[in-house]
Protein backbone atom coordinates (compact mmCIF):
# COMPACT_ATOMS: atom_id res chain seq x y z
CA UNK A 1 0.00 0.00 0.00
CA UNK A 2 1.66 3.32 -1.11
CA UNK A 3 0.92 6.31 1.51
CA UNK A 4 0.99 10.12 0.03
CA UNK A 5 1.43 12.73 1.74
CA UNK A 6 1.35 16.28 0.10
CA UNK A 7 2.86 19.95 1.32
CA UNK A 8 3.76 23.09 0.71
CA UNK A 9 0.95 24.36 -0.21
CA UNK A 10 -0.47 28.36 1.21
CA UNK A 11 -0.94 31.63 0.54
CA UNK A 12 0.76 33.41 -1.68
CA UNK A 13 0.47 36.73 -3.97
CA UNK A 14 0.16 36.51 -7.70
CA UNK A 15 3.69 36.30 -9.31
CA UNK A 16 5.24 34.50 -6.23
CA UNK A 17 6.44 30.68 -6.37
CA UNK A 18 6.12 27.68 -4.62
CA UNK A 19 7.14 24.04 -4.22
CA UNK A 20 4.60 21.50 -3.55
CA UNK A 21 6.48 18.05 -1.93
CA UNK A 22 4.60 14.74 -1.62
CA UNK A 23 6.43 12.07 0.24
CA UNK A 24 6.11 8.70 -0.43
CA UNK A 25 5.85 5.58 1.72
CA UNK A 26 5.34 1.55 0.84
CA UNK A 27 6.80 -1.18 -0.13
CA UNK A 28 8.12 -0.22 -3.67
CA UNK A 29 7.72 2.83 -5.97
CA UNK A 30 10.34 1.63 -8.82
CA UNK A 31 7.12 0.86 -11.19
CA UNK A 32 4.87 4.12 -10.51
CA UNK A 33 4.24 6.89 -12.28
CA UNK A 34 3.79 9.80 -9.70
CA UNK A 35 1.46 12.39 -10.54
CA UNK A 36 0.03 15.71 -10.08
CA UNK A 37 -3.64 16.94 -9.94
CA UNK A 38 -5.59 19.99 -8.98
CA UNK A 39 -9.07 20.56 -8.07
CA UNK A 40 -10.36 24.11 -7.81
CA UNK A 41 -13.90 24.81 -6.16
CA UNK A 42 -16.78 24.00 -8.37
CA UNK A 43 -15.10 21.82 -11.22
CA UNK A 44 -13.25 19.10 -12.05
CA UNK A 45 -9.84 17.61 -10.92
CA UNK A 46 -7.60 18.18 -13.46
CA UNK A 47 -4.09 16.77 -14.90
CA UNK A 48 -1.47 19.16 -13.93
CA UNK A 49 1.79 16.96 -14.08
CA UNK A 50 3.44 13.66 -14.01
CA UNK A 51 6.38 11.80 -13.71
CA UNK A 52 7.61 8.13 -13.84
CA UNK A 53 9.58 7.30 -10.68
CA UNK A 54 12.51 6.61 -12.48
CA UNK A 55 12.77 10.04 -13.80
CA UNK A 56 12.90 9.15 -17.52
CA UNK A 57 9.30 10.72 -18.75
CA UNK A 58 7.82 13.91 -17.70
CA UNK A 59 4.37 14.66 -18.72
CA UNK A 60 2.91 18.24 -18.03
CA UNK A 61 -0.93 19.87 -19.14
CA UNK A 62 -0.17 21.74 -22.06
CA UNK A 63 -1.48 25.07 -20.53
CA UNK A 64 1.10 24.87 -17.69
CA UNK A 65 4.55 24.15 -19.72
CA UNK A 66 7.10 25.85 -18.85
CA UNK A 67 5.62 27.80 -15.26
CA UNK A 68 5.41 24.25 -13.83
CA UNK A 69 8.05 21.70 -13.12
CA UNK A 70 7.65 18.54 -12.04
CA UNK A 71 10.94 16.14 -10.29
CA UNK A 72 11.12 13.86 -7.78
CA UNK A 73 14.45 13.34 -5.28
CA UNK A 74 14.26 9.22 -5.42
CA UNK A 75 16.83 9.50 -2.37
CA UNK A 76 14.21 11.06 -0.09
CA UNK A 77 11.07 9.10 -2.09
CA UNK A 78 9.45 12.45 -2.70
CA UNK A 79 8.09 14.26 -5.69
CA UNK A 80 8.14 17.86 -5.99
CA UNK A 81 6.50 20.23 -8.27
CA UNK A 82 7.89 23.72 -8.73
CA UNK A 83 4.84 26.37 -9.31
CA UNK A 84 6.48 29.51 -10.50
CA UNK A 85 4.59 33.43 -11.95
CA UNK A 86 1.44 31.94 -9.91
CA UNK A 87 -1.98 33.17 -11.02
CA UNK A 88 -5.41 33.39 -9.09
CA UNK A 89 -6.72 31.01 -11.56
CA UNK A 90 -4.14 28.32 -9.97
CA UNK A 91 -5.91 28.63 -6.93
CA UNK A 92 -6.76 25.53 -6.27
CA UNK A 93 -6.71 21.88 -3.69
CA UNK A 94 -3.14 20.24 -5.17
CA UNK A 95 -3.52 16.70 -4.85
CA UNK A 96 -0.53 14.11 -5.33
CA UNK A 97 -1.01 10.79 -6.96
CA UNK A 98 0.16 7.69 -7.98
CA UNK A 99 -0.34 4.56 -10.59
CA UNK A 100 1.08 1.80 -12.44
CA UNK A 101 2.56 2.05 -15.64
CA UNK A 102 0.02 2.12 -18.77
CA UNK A 103 -2.85 3.90 -19.94
CA UNK A 104 -3.41 7.68 -19.71
CA UNK A 105 -1.24 9.60 -17.57
CA UNK A 106 -3.86 12.71 -17.53
CA UNK A 107 -6.52 10.95 -16.33
CA UNK A 108 -7.64 10.84 -12.84
CA UNK A 109 -9.13 7.33 -12.86
CA UNK A 110 -6.10 5.53 -13.69
CA UNK A 111 -4.49 6.35 -10.69
CA UNK A 112 -5.17 4.48 -7.69
CA UNK A 113 -3.51 5.67 -4.96
CA UNK A 114 -3.86 9.58 -3.64
CA UNK A 115 -2.47 12.03 -1.21
CA UNK A 116 -5.21 14.10 0.85
CA UNK A 117 -4.36 17.29 -0.83
CA UNK A 118 -2.78 20.40 0.17
CA UNK A 119 -4.90 24.22 -0.40
CA UNK A 120 -3.05 26.74 -2.60
CA UNK A 121 -4.37 29.83 -2.73
CA UNK A 122 -2.96 33.03 -5.48
CA UNK A 123 -4.32 36.26 -4.13
CA UNK A 124 -4.64 38.99 -6.71
Known amino acids: QVQLVESGGGLVQTGASLKLSCAAS????????MGWFRQAPGKEREFVAA????????YYVDALKGRFTISRDSAKNMVILQMNSLKPEDTAVYYC?????????????????WGQGTQVTVSS
Open 97 to 113: AAKTPGGSVGSSRGYDY
Open 26 to 33: GPTFDDLV
Open 51 to 58: ITWSGSSV
